[in-house]
């Protein structure tokens, strides 16, 4: 099997996605409990013109989308711009398997290292749908991270869901706040926080 990927970060999220999904692909997926998602053009395209997409929204699939382009390509597990997660852009949940039959389609946050910024990958301690804790289905989130006790709205996001979720920050800002606050969201809309000194850290990983 052949891996496509510009560097090991992304190759192993590929992997990561893989796994994640054996286990935790689940009609509701994307979705959070009690929310009640509507077909829409933002939010499903147009899915009465796909056969397909009208039988997965039976089966209960809420996060498909179809735009009724010449491509003709169903969407599986698109996530829009919705509340509570942190992404201001679709993204897919679980990356290739979660676009196209025979496409691998992989849509990343647009990584690249500045100069003067430092990249962050944290590894995600988050368990979905389920108690128990191995080692083996590697959960999943979205990142964001903030200066603590800072008002606006200065924060840099991992919108696309990772093992290893990664961020790339300013120097200057690592320079000017030491302590920052850490959110991840799961593909389920679980919520889980830490605070972290950035300020003692040498290595990239927290």
Known sequence: MRIDASD??????LIDK???????????????PGEKVIQSKTSTG??????AGTKLW????????????SSNRLELFRLPAVKPFYNK??????????????????KLSGRKLKKKAKLFVSEVKLISLSSESDNVYPPMAQM???????????EYICPTFEAMPYVTVK??????YKIWEF???DPFGKETKKTVNLGKLKLTRI
């Open 8 to 13: 090991s970060i992304q190759a192993k999220s």
């Open 144 to 154: 964001k991270i903030r200066p603590q006790n800072r008002t606006g709205d200065m």
């Open 183 to 185: 959110s991840f969201m």
């Open 18 to 32: 893989s796994v994640y999904a054996m286990k935790y692909a689940v009609p509701d997926m994307g979705t959070c």
């Open 89 to 106: 852009d679709p993204v897919y949940l679980l990356g290739w398997i979660a676009s196209f039959v025979g496409d691998p389609l992989y």
């Open 46 to 51: 147009i899915l009465k013109y796909n056969k």
């Open 171 to 176: 120097n200057d800002d690592l320079k000017k």
């Open 58 to 69: 039976e089966l209960g699939y809420r996060r498909i989308y179809y735009s009724y382009t």
